[in-house]
């Protein structure tokens, strides 16, 4: 368990400290002077409002993995992550898990996780199903994945910054009011079997085969690894 919280950890430092920082850092300096690509920031292709429609789909699409390599590598490697934290501590202890909050504050918990990653929600996508997969709630997913690229603190900084302050308060209220009323009512409806499959996921993890035979003190123990 100790390995896998370094892990966990090692990402998300390596990541913020030689990526995503001096990212958001960049773009609240330049602020609105960022060049605008289709679907992201960098411009590997150049494409022009001429361009055939197959040239603006290929241009489009290289400058949207350009722009996101980077968060979705981590995005996939700090999902993975978290899984198997929340995986070995399920394994560990082999007791059912107890929903001991409701759907706003399994909500309020992924946005209090999800906002200091920081990413995108392309990138978030994949720390969401890591998550869901190792044990969370739906709300707490989608909560995470929605308010990582919305509530860090640069976005806050940059809305505040750019903007006059009833419009930035109008726009933080209604994110809020999205995240911690919106989505556990779509959970409570539309998203209700979503959410009741997370909630199921209350049983130990599954076995990957058979259980061992007994082992017996007079028994050898290589030969008891063979048959088991």
Excluded at 24 to 29: D, M, Q, S
Excluded at 77 to 98: D, H, K, N, Q, W
Aim: aromatic residues 8%; glycine residues 12%; contains cysteine.
């Amino acid at each position: 368990m100790p390995w896998a919280l370094l892990l966990v950890l090692l990402l998300a430092g390596i990541f913020w400290g030689l990526s995503r920082g001096p990212a958001l850092h960049e773009k609240a300096t330049m602020a609105g002077e960022v060049a605008l690509d289709a679907l992201g920031f960098d411009t590997w292709v150049e494409v022009r409002e001429d361009d055939p429609f197959a040239r603006k789909l290929y241009g489009i699409t290289v400058n949207w993995i350009a722009t996101n390599r980077i968060g979705m590598t981590f995005g996939v490697l700090f999902g993975g992550a978290l899984m198997t934290v929340f995986s070995i501590r399920r394994r560990r202890t082999r007791e059912p898990r107890r929903d001991l909050i409701g759907g706003v504050g399994a909500s309020a918990l992924g946005v209090v996780s999800g906002a200091p990653l920081g990413v995108c929600v392309n990138c978030a996508a994949p720390i969401a199903q890591g998550l869901v997969a190792g044990g969370s709630r739906f709300e707490t997913a989608l909560s995470a994945m929605m308010s990582s690229p919305t509530m860090n603190g640069v976005a806050l900084f940059l809305l505040f910054t750019l903007f006059p302050m009833h419009v930035a308060l109008v726009k933080l209220g209604l994110t809020l009011f999205l995240l911690l009323v919106i989505l556990p009512l779509l959970g409570r409806g539309v998203l209700r079997g979503d959410r009741d499959r997370t909630l199921a996921q209350t049983a130990p993890a599954k076995k990957a085969g058979p259980d061992a035979l007994p082992f017996d003190e007079g028994d050898s123990a290589p030969l008891w690894v063979l048959r088991s």
